[in-house]
């Protein structure tokens, strides 16, 4: 499938009188080579659903469609329904839009297990993450363009400036690899920081929803009051005990603690 003979996405949104709106956190990436580069990155997808969220003019949308994936794009934004449509008439039964919030759709209505491959509106992309992480959607694996210093924070490693919350949830569930840069300039308008894509692919065994449950409630004590000792911050659950029943330092900080502690900790939580 090829959609070449459209015309520019550039001129398509011209053409409709088409522009970023902040209150959505749009960055319209318009060069096609680009996100048939993300597209490639998100693996073999050729008749494969695929959740995008954010499609706005459709440039990863065409993307997806050429690599041969059926498509559920979710779009908040009612201006870009008639240049999604318009794909939709071109790749018929291949793509279903949604005119929908994703972080109120109801999972129920998205193909459980079904890859992500998106670029994220900033202004939402951590609570999506957070809830494709851990609620009931369990999406396959998931390639995701984010704000380069929030992918910065998903791949930390424990020591590092950036490790945190996110960086636990994140690495408790997935393989987390910065797959791709891209500079301010490559997106329009371009915003005031670069940009980068993460590929979460799921690990073999995936904790119980009552670690998860426990997971959430440790990082937010932890890392809620970072630069307080886990014997100060985790005072309300367990404190010293709960770190020296699994062997972690009650005097270390948050952010020294690798991701196996603090699963650690939830298990003797959950348990």
Same mark, same amino acid.
């Given at each position: 499938?090829?959609?070449?003979?459209?015309?520019p996405?550039?001129?398509?949104l011209?053409?409709?009188?088409?522009?970023?709106?902040?209150?959505?956190?749009?960055?319209?990436?318009?060069?096609?080579?680009?996100?048939?580069?993300?597209?490639?990155?998100?693996?073999?997808?050729?008749?494969?659903?695929?959740?995008?969220?954010?499609?706005?003019?459709?440039?990863?949308?065409?993307?997806?469609?050429?690599? *041969?994936?059926? $498509?559920?794009?979710?779009?908040?934004? %009612?201006?870009? @329904?008639?240049?999604?449509? &318009?794909? #939709? +008439?071109?790749?018929?039964?291949?793509?279903?839009?949604?005119?929908a919030?994703?972080?109120?759709?109801?999972?129920?209505?998205?193909?459980a297990?079904?890859?992500?491959?998106?670029?994220?509106?900033?202004?939402?992309?951590?609570?999506l993450?957070? *809830?494709?992480? $851990?609620?009931?959607?369990?999406?396959? %694996?998931?390639? @995701?363009?984010?704000?380069? &210093?929030? #992918? +910065?924070r998903?791949?930390?490693?424990?020591?590092?400036?950036?490790?945190?919350?996110?960086?636990?949830?994140?690495?408790?569930?997935?393989?987390?690899e910065?797959?791709?840069?891209?500079?301010?300039?490559?997106?329009?308008?371009?915003?005031k920081?670069?940009?980068? $894509?993460?590929r979460?692919?799921?690990?073999?065994?995936r904790?119980?929803?009552?670690?998860?449950? #426990?997971l959430?409630?440790?990082?937010?004590?932890?890392?809620?009051?970072?630069?307080?000792?886990?014997?100060?911050?985790?005072?309300?659950?367990?404190?010293?005990?709960?770190?020296?029943?699994?062997?972690?330092?009650?005097?270390?900080?948050?952010?020294?603690?690798?991701?196996?502690?603090?699963?650690?900790?939830?298990?003797?939580?959950?348990?």
């Open positions: 499938m090829s959609f070449d003979d459209l015309p996405l550039r001129e398509s011209a053409a409709a009188g088409l522009g970023a709106r902040k209150r959505f956190g749009q960055h319209f990436l318009l060069d096609l080579n680009l996100t048939r580069k993300i597209a490639r990155l998100a693996g073999s997808i050729a008749g494969e659903a695929v959740i995008e969220v954010g499609p706005g003019p459709g440039g990863l949308t065409r993307a997806l469609l050429e690599e *041969g994936a059926r $498509v559920i794009a979710i779009e908040a934004d %009612a201006r870009f @329904l008639p240049l999604l449509a &318009e794909l #939709a +008439e071109r790749a018929p039964g291949k793509l279903d839009v949604r005119h919030d994703a972080l109120t759709i109801d999972p129920a209505t998205l193909p297990g079904a890859p992500i491959v998106a670029n994220l509106p900033y202004n939402v992309a951590t609570p993450l957070i *809830g494709w992480l $851990v609620g009931p959607l369990k999406p396959a %694996a998931m390639t @995701l363009m984010f704000q380069k &210093e929030v #992918a +910065e998903i791949v930390a490693a424990p020591g590092s400036k950036a490790y945190g919350r996110l960086s636990v949830l994140a690495q408790a569930l997935r393989d987390a910065i797959v791709m840069e891209l500079p301010a300039r490559a997106f329009t308008p371009p915003p920081v670069a940009s980068a $894509v993460v979460l692919t799921p690990k073999p065994t904790p119980p929803d009552a670690e998860l449950k #426990a959430q409630q440790l990082t937010a004590a932890a890392f809620g009051q970072r630069r307080k000792m886990l014997r100060s911050s985790l005072k309300g659950l367990g404190g010293e005990a709960l770190c020296r029943t699994v062997g972690v330092d009650p005097d270390a900080r948050a952010e020294t603690v690798p991701v196996a502690g603090f699963l650690a900790m939830v298990r003797a939580l959950a348990g």
